[in-house]
């Protein structure tokens, strides 16, 4: 059976807010364990330490050459894919998601039509700390962060307060609801046991998309036993588990169909997998690609470099943009709303014990 290994980066649980981690991703690969080893031994054979780690060898510029051809080798040979997601813009969405679209919905408006969702939260990043005041922009985030997490009447009050601390009716589309109306339906879906502030379900969504499509039948992930990855093999389990036959459009180019050919996920020793640690490779590449760009971290690769190896449909990235018409287009007739309620009611909701 095809085997795709996984690793993650950036992984902060809830907290989307994290200064020190901006960014968070993974990075799929179809690759033997023989395979890696022999790639590994090619490109880095007086290699001493017991497992190839990206950040170790990025720290030397002697070693930038090597990496970069490998990465080149992998992403020209090998089925592959690698997703990064900026965590607040993330988490902008998710405000929309649950403390804006409930809103909108009840009034019979579909809020995520045209992708208006992703340009009104594109508009939010860039312009929310000017327009809204920065600490006060802050703080709204902070509060909606712990509002979800908690789900008291406390933090649900401290998110309304927070909303109307910022200079809200410069933007009532988006704050008005909570500002001026303290709307129910919002807040009853933020109390919503289902819904969370967690990037890891958005990460894997869109790798198992895309696994999907590459694979040619039936097939396994295998991903390394660190904790951050526990959150990435449980809601993988169950995936497997959901045997409902039914189908979601994402984009102009993704869909997600149950039940999936993915039909089985193990952890395993990253020392023991060379193929693991190619996966550690990708998504640390990456991670530290964006970084640099962003102007959060110096030194490693060149990151256009590393961006020039990527085909189109190798790198999926959840950033800003302000391209309306191309959003538009790209999630023309998508069914975001349907797809959010479901992976809420069937993979968010804590297992009972």
């Known amino acids: 059976m095809e085997c795709f290994r996984i690793d993650e980066s950036g992984y902060t649980g809830f907290d989307l807010l ?75 969405l998710m405000f929309l998601d649950h403390a804006v679209e409930p809103f909108y919905y009840e009034r019979g408006m579909d809020f995520y039509e045209g992708g208006q969702n992703y340009a009104m939260a594109s508009f939010l990043f860039v312009t929310g700390p000017t327009m809204l005041g920065q600490p006060a922009f802050d703080r709204l985030l902070q509060s909606f962060q712990q509002a979800v997490r908690e789900k008291t009447p ?37 109390a919503n046991p289902g819904v969370n502030t967690d990037a890891a379900p958005v990460v894997l969504q869109s790798l198992v998309s895309r696994m999907e499509v590459m694979a040619n039948g039936p097939y396994r992930v295998e991903h390394d036993q660190s904790k951050n990855l526990l959150a990435y093999h449980d809601l993988l389990q169950r995936f497997i588990d959901h045997d409902q036959e039914i189908e979601f459009r994402q984009t102009e180019i993704t869909s997600i169909k149950f039940p999936l050919k993915l039909a089985e996920v193990t952890q395993v020793d990253s020392k023991a997998s060379s193929a693991v640690q190619l996966a550690d490779v990708m998504i640390g590449a990456a991670i530290e690609a964006v970084n640099r760009r962003a102007g959060l971290r110096s030194g490693g690769l060149d990151p256009d470099a590393v961006s020039s190896l990527y085909t189109d449909n190798q790198f999926i990235h959840l950033t800003p943009s302000f391209d309306l018409e191309e959003q538009k287009r790209f999630r023309q007739g998508t069914q975001a709303g349907e797809l959010i309620d479901y992976f809420a009611e069937n993979f968010y909701t804590p297992r009972s014990t």
């Open 154 to 190: 406390g933090s649900l009050s401290a998110l309304i307060s927070a909303t109307r601390a910022t200079k809200w009716e410069t933007f009532p589309e988006a704050l008005g609801p909570l500002a001026q109306f303290e709307a129910p339906e919002c807040l009853s879906e933020i």
């Open 18 to 92: 994290n200064a020190d981690q901006r960014f968070q991703g993974a990075a799929a690969i179809a690759i033997s364990d023989e395979d890696a080893a022999n790639l590994i031994r090619e490109y880095f054979p007086k290699l001493q330490a017991p497992e190839l780690k990206y950040r170790a060898l990025s720290r030397r510029s002697a070693n930038h050459p090597r990496l970069l051809s490998l990465l080149r080798d992998l992403l020209t040979h090998h089925k592959c894919v690698t997703y990064i997601c900026d965590k607040r813009y993330l988490l902008m």
